[in-house]
Nanobody, 120 residues
Framework: QVQLVESGGGLVQPGGSLRLSCAAS????????MGWYRHTPEEQRELVAA???????NYADSVKGRFTISRDNAKNTVYLQMNSLKPEDTAVYYC??????????????WGQGTQVTVSS
């Protein structure tokens, strides 16, 4: 089994910063892609950012230049540094990973979600 634990959400004023973390643990052989999605108050899900095992990244146009995704392969952890936050960034953020387990199963897993609220 593989588990994901997210942390780092909260309430921040416009222009502020937050850092999200998502740690994977369990029977892991390799984590292929790690990413962050968000569900907006209008219940739309969108990809925020993703990073492959080799390092290439992909960002939603709305966060380019403000958010940075990174990963620590030794810790099986992905981070999302969010700067210059705007009220429209308010959402529940979910970690998502594509993982190969020690028994060579390929799984796509979601974290529990963490609320980010940007408001004055």
């Amino acid at each position: 089994q593989v588990q994901l634990v997210e942390s780092g959400g909260g309430l921040v004023q416009p222009g502020g910063s937050l850092r999200l973390s998502c740690a994977a643990s369990g029977s892991i052989s390799k984590i292929n892609v790690m990413g962050w999605y968000r569900h907006t108050p209008e219940e739309q899900r969108e990809l925020v950012a993703a990073i492959t095992s080799g390092g290439p990244t992909n960002y939603a146009d709305s966060v380019k230049g403000r958010f940075t995704i990174s990963r620590d392969n030794a810790k099986n952890t992905v981070y999302l540094q969010m700067n210059s936050l705007k009220p429209e960034d308010t959402a529940v953020y979910y970690c998502n990973i594509d993982v190969t387990t020690a028994t060579l199963r390929r799984l796509n897993l979601w974290g529990q979600g963490t609320q980010v609220t940007v408001s004055s």
